[in-house]
């Protein structure tokens, strides 16, 4: 069932986005060559508790997962694409990290990652995270009244396309909420003009996660939740909670 949210469940989201878009930033400051995830884990941590918010990670066990997830990011390095557990292995220079991190707050949920590279970059990887963006901002752009979600998934499909990039096929963004994961559906890859109708209050996650590789295919790590790309090549992961409005897309995991 799908949700719309009125204005005074918007701001509530939004404030719950803040603090995402906080935990984030706190995490990537915090990321250097030879700084554990686990330590971004514990940087984020640091600013739900001061918000007083919750994490809707933490003791996160859908279906396909062995263990409740232990933290309250998902820090996936280099060739890992999404839920990456972190780990107290130091991050080494010219990494690509992909942080995602979500908060409760006043019984409203937000979601959004990051990716970003430490120490010396490989321009490759700059380029995939610039085209992981770009994609992102495709999306955002097709959150509009009148549009439906296989608009913002055409849009996502057609930049990682142009790229040669590839994309997990069971992954993908998701309609949020009270609950980090409602419906719809928001696939990254689909034909225009189809699936649910984008109305004024519907909230999406939006969440583009591209590999360079460019096949579809990924594996899970022996973790039993990290998503790795077959090939070894190297993986981005962004996302936005975004709220379609009569004024256009209102990202609400902004700073
Ligand atoms: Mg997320
Ligand atoms: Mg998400």
Redesign the pocket.
Known sequence: MVELKNDTALDAMREAGRVVARALEAARKAAAVGVSPRELDEAARAVLAEAGAGSPFLGYRPSFAPTPFPAVICVSVNDAVVHGIPTDRPLADGDLVSV?CGAELDGWTG?AAISFTVGMPRPEDLELIATTERALQAGIAAAVPGNRIGDISHAIGTVAQAAGCGMPTDFG??GIGRR?HEDPGVPNRGRPGRGYPLRPGLVL?I?PMLMAGGRDAYRTAGDGWTLCTVDGSRAAHV?HTVAVTEEGPRVLTRL
């Open positions: 995602d979601d963004g998701h980090m996650a969440e996302e």
